[in-house]
């Protein structure tokens, strides 16, 4: 890991973090410890994750139909975002999941960091040999400094909260200025808006919101971010809004 990260608790840059990190770390400041499991560094405790290792264990990750849909979808949007910037950029996916873009992007020469609350799709794919770097983190509160990354982006993670632009600000502050933010979040006139997903949720959780174009780029405009261009991808499912962070915040 080239990067030096931040203590989230108090924001302080804790330059204990940078290089190879294989063991607990403490915070400089603050004091608090933050451990290496699995090789994945995490910033939130294994006790709040239950709910999102709940979802995790319920989602038939290693189902032959739900990955070849997933590949595509995620071949579509990685194509789509190496366009935007360089080889060998700074990306991060906060909310990853099993963080299968990042995957993609660290194969083909990216500095690629994948954050996500729970542990258990980052562990899978560490056991699936992911070359991005792993995190566990709070997308809301990211170990990260301010203007850091050439590319922040996730796929259908926002509109699973209730405070997205939350999510997005702080997508935008990890975000070098110029550089891009992308968020891909279900469409409001495409095949997920009919897929009932309140029967199958489990606690309410997983009712996301749909966006449509004009819904997303209001999201980006109420987070200081020029909108450069929206998409709909993987059959309509899915609406994108590529947006460019203007200045330093
Ligand atoms: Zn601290």
Same mark, same amino acid.
């Given at each position: ?14 330059? &204990?973090?940078?290089?190879?990190? /294989? ?11 933050? &451990? ?8 939130? +405790? ?14 038939? &990750? ?20 190496? @366009?935007?910037? $360089?080889? *060998? /950029?700074?990306?991060?996916? $906060?909310?990853?999941? /099993?963080?299968?873009?990042? %995957?993609?992007? #660290?194969?083909?020469?990216?500095? #690629?960091? #994948?954050?996500?609350? #729970? ?7 560490? @056991?699936? *040999? ?21 590319? !922040?982006?996730?796929?259908? !993670? ?5 405070? $997205?632009?939350?999510?997005? @600000? +702080? ?9 891009? &933010? ?5 469409? !409001?006139?495409?095949?997920?808006? %009919? ?8 606690? *309410?959780?997983?009712?996301?919101? !749909? ?39």
């Amino acid at each position: 890991m080239d990067l030096s990260l931040i203590c989230p608790e108090c924001k302080k840059d804790c330059k &204990v973090f940078k290089g190879t990190i /294989s063991y607990s770390q403490c915070c400089s400041q603050c004091k608090k410890n933050y &451990v290496m499991n699995d090789g994945i560094l995490q910033f939130v +405790e294994d006790k709040n994750t239950e709910t999102w290792d709940t979802y995790w264990k319920r989602t038939p &990750v290693y189902d032959d139909i739900m990955d070849v849909l997933r590949k595509m979808m995620n071949v579509q949007l990685r194509r789509y975002l190496t @366009k935007q910037i $360089p080889t *060998g /950029s700074l990306t991060l996916e $906060p909310g990853s999941g /099993s963080a299968y873009v990042s %995957a993609m992007l #660290a194969e083909k020469g990216f500095q #690629a960091y #994948a954050l996500d609350y #729970a542990f258990m799709p980052l562990s899978m794919a560490r @056991k699936q *040999g992911n070359k991005a770097q792993l995190i566990q983190g709070d997308l809301f509160n990211t170990p990260f400094m301010s203007n850091t990354f050439d590319l !922040t982006f996730n796929n259908s !993670t926002l509109e699973h909260f209730p405070n $997205p632009l939350d999510a997005l @600000k +702080e997508m935008s502050r990890v975000t070098k200025p110029g550089k891009y &933010v992308f968020v891909g979040v279900p469409f !409001t006139y495409g095949p997920l808006a %009919a897929y009932k997903l309140k029967k199958s949720s489990f606690k *309410g959780a997983w009712d996301g919101t !749909t966006y449509d174009r004009q819904g997303l780029k209001k999201l980006f405009q109420d987070a200081g971010l020029e909108v450069v261009g929206s998409r709909t991808f993987f059959f309509r499912c899915f609406v994108g809004v590529l947006g460019r962070k203007i200045g330093a915040n």
